[in-house]
């Protein structure tokens, strides 16, 4: 890429801040790739594939960013379908993620295409303003894969993807209502995510003739309508923040054959990952107890669990700033709602300071993610361009991290006081 000027270099690094200096250069680095990236986004999008097999959006954007002329490291960690790029030399290492797993039957309906857009964009934009102006200081861009179900920040993070470090910063669509109570809203620096534990639930037991032999059976699928309604009874005891939800994987295909086999997954949320852990107990007794009314066999596979997200009101403030200095954006700092749902960027949160931030879709009223109507409006040209715009801000927030010391300091510890309040010692 043709290197451009900035003329704004020696009161960026004069003043140890701030990016809204080099905000337009930044504008412009994106604008530049806007359109080769978006046919790369449009390609993953048409494409919906799910947790570790997201192959052709691996090579998609893995292609993509070394036309740009960066040294990708395909299949990075060990993990078939994450990639790293690291640009930049000295100074700190900001990390910005790009997740692009979706969904079975409703494809990219949580719009991970766009925080794919979202953090190339950024990840190009915080590596061109440094190396263009010799700026000290590092960006890293990794591909997270399976984030719906799987944690590859998970496998990511336990095989040292995230050593050294200093903070990562990722953005995700939301339908604009969800983003809060003002329609106005752009994006959000914050939002609660809740920890959880997941797990396949098999119930094995003996088929017979339903009608000719019933009493030689042992009914795998009665074990499983026993699990769901022991939980929906325990559901009275629950706290308002937590949640227990599960379907059935595999069962029963014929009416006159008493059940042999059935396999269910469940997720348990709450707040805190002690008090999933908490819950684990009583929802775990449910599926054994289920084995018991009915004589099956049970077998319970515990999945990756994720960690609640530990917010970073410091950063928020500044990516809040930096947003409402930009035409067209109105950044809420951060809310303290019930949370939506879970990420595996809480286990990263939990590791070192970070950002999960939220942008605005337009929907149609009523629409939530997972649902068809977000998977439709996640495609359009406007919310491709609100995740550019996003991804400008995201650039903004990491140079400001990499040239203010005061701010890095400051988010450091504040972090480290939450990580002390969760009982953690640093
Ligand atoms: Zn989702
Ligand atoms: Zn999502």
């Not at 227990?244 to 086999?261: F, Q, R, S, T």
């Not at 319970?300 to 500044?318: M, P, Q």
Request: overall charge negative.
């Amino acid at each position: 890429m043709a290197p451009s000027a900035l003329p704004l270099i020696e009161e960026v690094q004069g003043k140890g801040t701030t990016s809204r200096n080099v905000g337009t250069d930044i504008d412009r680095t994106i604008e530049n790739i806007s359109s080769t990236l978006h046919e790369a986004i449009k390609h993953i999008y048409n494409n919906p594939e799910l947790a570790f097999e997201e192959f052709i959006a691996h090579d998609t954007l893995c292609s993509f960013l070394e036309q740009q002329g960066f040294s990708v490291t395909r299949r990075a960690y060990g993990v078939e379908t994450a990639f790293e790029v690291l640009s930049g030399e000295g100074g700190r290492l900001i990390s910005i993620n790009a997740e692009y797993d979706a969904l079975p039957n409703v494809g990219h309906a949580c719009g991970h295409h766009l925080i794919a857009a979202a953090g190339v964009s950024a990840f190009v934009g915080i590596a061109l303003t440094l190396r263009n102006n010799g700026i000290p200081g590092r960006v890293q861009l990794l591909g997270t894969p399976a984030e719906e179900s799987g944690g590859g920040k998970v496998s990511l993070l336990n095989a040292g993807a995230y050593q050294g470090v200093d903070a990562v910063l990722m953005s995700h669509p939301l339908p604009g209502a969800m983003i809060g109570s003002d329609p106005t809203l752009t994006g959000i620096g914050a939002t609660n995510f809740l920890a959880y534990e997941r797990w396949t639930v098999e119930y094995f037991g003996k088929p017979t003739h339903a009608s000719a032999s019933p009493w030689n059976g042992i009914n795998a699928y009665d074990a499983a309508v026993a699990a769901h309604n022991n939980i929906g009874l325990l559901r009275q005891q629950f706290r308002p923040v937590d949640r227990v939800h599960g379907c059935m994987l595999e069962g029963p295909k014929a009416a006159n054959v008493i059940g042999e086999y059935t396999k269910l997954t469940y997720i348990a949320r709450s707040d805190t990952k002690q008090a999933v852990a908490t819950l684990e107990k009583r929802v775990l007794a449910c599926f054994e107890a289920a084995a018991l009314a009915t004589s099956c066999e049970v077998k319970i596979t515990r999945g990756v669990g994720y960690a609640d997200v530990v917010n970073n009101k410091t950063l928020c403030e500044r990516y809040a700033e930096l947003g409402n200095a930009m035409v067209g954006q109105k950044i809420k700092v951060m809310d303290n709602r019930e949370g939506l749902g879970s990420t595996d960027f809480g286990n990263v949160s939990h590791a070192l300071p970070g950002m999960h931030s939220m942008f605005a879709i337009d929907c149609p009223t009523g629409t939530g993610c997972h649902q068809h109507g977000f998977q439709s409006a996640t495609g359009t040209e406007e919310s491709y361009r609100r995740a550019l715009k996003t991804g400008s801000l995201l650039a903004r927030t990491g140079m400001d991290l990499i040239v203010d010391e005061r701010l890095f300091e400051t988010v450091r510890k504040e972090w480290e006081q939450n990580m002390k309040a969760r009982g953690k010692e640093i």
